[in-house]
T-cell receptor
Framework: GESVGLHLPTLSVQEGDNSIINCAYSNSASDYFIWYKQESGKGPQFIID?????DKRQGQRVTVLLNKTVKHLSLQIAATQPGDSAVYFC????????????FGTGTQLKVEL | GAVVSQHPSRVICKSGTSVKIECRSL??????MFWYRQFPKQSLMLMAT?????????EQGVEKDKFLINHASLTLSTLTVTSAHPEDSSFYIC????????????FGPGTRLLVL
C-alpha cells in the first residue's frame, strides 16, 4: 500500500447499501494482499485476504477484487451495517521480502442510518 | 483462534523514564512478531520484526537502542521505550504470525503511550 498524508479519505454510505473501498499498491512484486478493519482505539482486525494468483475472493458479506495490471485492490461490503463503521486498511506483502506487510493510507467508512 | 493481547492498554509516564509493553499470542505459537507505531489518523508504520531467540530486525530510521525488543519465548515479545520523550507518544501495536502461516498477521489491541 501507499501510506501518505494526514487526512483519511472518508466514504459515507447509507445503511443497507453496498460499500466499495479502494486501494492502490506500488510494489509489482507483491503476492499477498489483506484487508483489515480498525475501530477507534483498537488494533486492526483481519477481514479477508487474497493471493496474487486470484482476482476475486468472497467471504461473508465481503468480496475482495484484485487487479494486478493496474495494481489495484478493492473491498466490497454488502448490505453495510452501522457496525461496519471503522477505518479500513489494505496491506500487501512480498514473499521474498520477509512477508512484511506494507499498509495503505486507510479509508474511514461512515454508515448513516 | 488467533488471539493476541497487549499489556498495558494505556500508559502515562514522565519524560526520561522507560516503558515496557508486552505482546502475547494466547492460543498459538509465534516465532515472528511485529511492532508498529500509529499516529492519529495515519496508517501503521512497521518499526521492527521480532524473532524468537534472535535479534530483532529494525526498519530504517528506527533507533534500536531506543526501542528495545526482546522475544524470549514463542508467545511473548516485549518492546521497551527507553528514555521516553513526548514525541514518543503514540499508539503501539504488535502483531503475531502463526508458525506455518507465512503471511497473515494477527494484531493486538494496541497500547496508548502518553509521555508528559
Amino acid at each position: 500500500g501507499e501510506s501518505v498524508g494526514l487526512h483519511l479519505p472518508t466514504l459515507s454510505v447509507q445503511e443497507g447499501d453496498n460499500s466499495i473501498i479502494n486501494c492502490a499498491y506500488s510494489n509489482s512484486a507483491s503476492d499477498y494482499f489483506i484487508w483489515y478493519k480498525q475501530e477507534s482505539g483498537k488494533g486492526p482486525q483481519f477481514i479477508i485476504d487474497i493471493r496474487s494468483n486470484m482476482d476475486k475472493r468472497q467471504g461473508q458479506r465481503v468480496t475482495v477484487l484484485l487487479n494486478k495490471t493496474v495494481k489495484h485492490l478493492s473491498l466490497q461490503i454488502a448490505a453495510t451495517q452501522p457496525g461496519d463503521s471503522a477505518v479500513y486498511f489494505c496491506a500487501d506483502s512480498r514473499g521474498g521480502g520477509g512477508n512484511k506487510l506494507t499498509f495503505g493510507t486507510g479509508t474511514q467508512l461512515k454508515v448513516e442510518l | 483462534g488467533a488471539v493476541v493481547s497487549q499489556h498495558p492498554s494505556r500508559v502515562i509516564c514522565k519524560s526520561g523514564t522507560s516503558v515496557k509493553i508486552e505482546c502475547r499470542s494466547l492460543d498459538f505459537q509465534a516465532t515472528t512478531m511485529f511492532w508498529y507505531r500509529q499516529f492519529p489518523k495515519q496508517s501503521l508504520m512497521l518499526m521492527a520484526t521480532s524473532n524468537e531467540g534472535s535479534k530483532a530486525t529494525y526498519e530504517q530510521g528506527v533507533e534500536k537502542d531506543k526501542f528495545l525488543i526482546n522475544h524470549a519465548s514463542l508467545t511473548l515479545s516485549t518492546l521497551t521505550v527507553t528514555s521516553a520523550h513526548p514525541e514518543d507518544s503514540s499508539f503501539y501495536i504488535c502483531s503475531a504470525r502463526k508458525d506455518g502461516r507465512k503471511e497473515t498477521q494477527y494484531f493486538g489491541p494496541g497500547t496508548r503511550l502518553l509521555v508528559l
